[in-house]
Nanobody, 117 residues
Framework: QVQLVESGGGLVQPGGSLRLSCAAS????????MYWYRQAPGKQRELVAV???????NYADSVKGRFTISRDNTKNLVYLQMNNLKSEDTAVYYC???????????WGQGTQVTVSS
């Protein structure tokens, strides 16, 4: 019912910036809570940032002050602006949507972010 597609990943040097985008299909985007996760090889998938349908945002301690999550409900897009990137940010980044009141999660395919000199 809902398909999510991430884009914007790539190779960047430490201290650089990237903006990830997650595009959602369908007509229920505005009532979805949206999340960015990441997973590095050999590590657990971790929550990076959340933006709820009411605008509430929260971030993992490791990215506070560097990453910003936002959404544009007119375009069915959620963004993750990543500044001052560090090598520890290297991971596959995944977009997730959750419909209010339901237990069903929608996941994107992921986009690779590599921070390296």
């Amino acid at each position: 019912q809902v398909q999510l597609v991430e884009s914007g990943g790539g190779l960047v040097q430490p201290g650089g910036s990237l903006r990830l985008s997650c595009a959602a299909s369908g007509n229920i985007f505005s009532i979805l809570d949206m999340y960015w996760y990441r997973q590095a090889p050999g590590k657990q998938r971790e929550l990076v940032a959340v933006i709820l349908s009411d605008g509430f945002t929260n971030y993992a301690d490791s990215v506070k002050g560097r990453f910003t999550i936002s959404r544009d409900n007119t375009k069915n897009l959620v963004y993750l602006q990543m500044n001052n990137l560090k090598s520890e940010d290297t991971a596959v980044y995944y977009c997730k949507g959750r419909r209010i009141g339901l237990s069903v999660d929608y996941w994107g395919q992921g986009t690779q972010v590599t921070v390296s000199s």
